[in-house]
């Protein structure tokens, strides 16, 4: 049979669900099933959690989760575990562990829900301080009340910390100001998969919660570290959109570094955003941005407020 429509009927009956596990992969590495899961090994899915990725592995006691997924995404979140993640993985669909990236609602919206059913959730001690009182968001001009107590992190690090899982080392570590200031990775070695939260922003624009002192370059220092965890076979997981390769995550850290060059020198002009944008900063580069103002306006306050790193003679 011809390959282009050999592979063609393959994908059409896989998305019908009629290729099950006994008769060949469900559904095409990386690609989302018709329920939203994506497999990576048979112990390791993700799951869509209203937009933004959910990654689920199956450890011997239940499931561990890396992020809990947008606000009001529980049940949907919920079924795609116990209904088709487990046709995948194998073992209980309890969730024994949920480590958030950070504390965005994205990556934490149903803490709550598997909080309240026991799991234990971890996170960087920055994360559970911001879901622990409440804080102003700048951007939306109001106030984000504190979450209650079954949703907050119960057990938090400083630096880097790790569990053994079965045959599953993993490993974890704080990523400063990258994105927030209390962004981590989740590594699951023997795996070989890195969850990286919005370290990597594969589809939407990166972004830089200045408030939290997040800025270019810590985000280029943690793009840094996750690339020295890595080897080429490493498929890297986003808080949203694809799963990528190293190759893939390393074009944008390399990209970074070039608006990182030209965000600064405009900084030092005394540029605001909206000249940033008129002078064509982010213009003649791989990705195109949705919202370039708000960007360059949350770059350029992370650059005044680590200027001294930058240049030391700067007053
Ligand atoms: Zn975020």
Not at 9 to 30: D, E, N, S, V
Not at 80 to 88: H, S, T, V
Request: aromatic share 8%; proline share 5%.
């Amino acid at each position: 049979m011809d390959r282009v429509i050999e592979r063609r009927q393959f994908l059409k009956r896989a998305a019908a669900g009629a290729i099950t596990r006994c008769g060949g992969p469900r559904w095409l590495y990386g690609q989302p099933a018709p329920s939203g899961v994506r497999r990576l090994t048979d112990k390791l899915v993700v799951v869509d959690g209203g937009g933004a990725n959910v990654l689920a592995f199956s450890a011997p006691d239940g499931l561990v989760l890396v992020d809990s997924g947008a606000p009001k995404s529980g049940d949907q979140v919920m079924a795609a575990l116990k209904n088709d993640a487990l046709k995948i993985v194998t073992g209980p669909s309890k969730v024994q562990t949920l480590f958030n990236t950070h504390y965005h609602a994205d990556q934490t919206g149903n803490n709550e829900v598997f909080g309240a059913a026991g799991a234990k959730i971890i996170a960087h001690e920055h994360t559970r301080q911001w879901m622990s009182s409440d804080y102003w968001v700048p951007d939306e001009d109001r106030y984000e009340t504190a979450r209650p107590q079954a949703a907050r992190p119960a057990e938090t690090f400083q630096t880097t910390g790790s569990l053994k899982l079965g045959t599953e080392q993993i490993d974890y570590g704080h990523l400063p100001l990258a994105h927030t200031d209390g962004d981590i990775y989740v590594f699951f070695k023997t795996s070989n998969v890195l969850a990286v939260g919005d370290v990597a922003s594969p589809l939407r624009d990166p972004a830089l919660d200045y408030f939290t002192g997040a800025w270019i370059g810590g985000r280029l220092d943690a793009m840094d570290t996750i690339l020295k965890l890595s080897n080429e076979q490493t498929r890297i997981v986003p808080a949203s959109g694809p799963i990528i390769t190293r190759a893939e995550f390393k074009a944008e850290r390399d990209m970074m570094e070039e608006v990182r060059s030209r965000v600064w020198k405009q900084v030092l002009q005394g540029d605001s955003p909206k000249d940033m944008l008129q002078a064509g900063v982010l213009k003649g580069l791989a990705r195109t941005w949705k919202d370039p103002y708000k960007f360059l306006y949350d770059a350029g306050k992370g650059m005044w407020a680590h200027h001294n790193k930058l240049d030391p003679s700067l007053i």
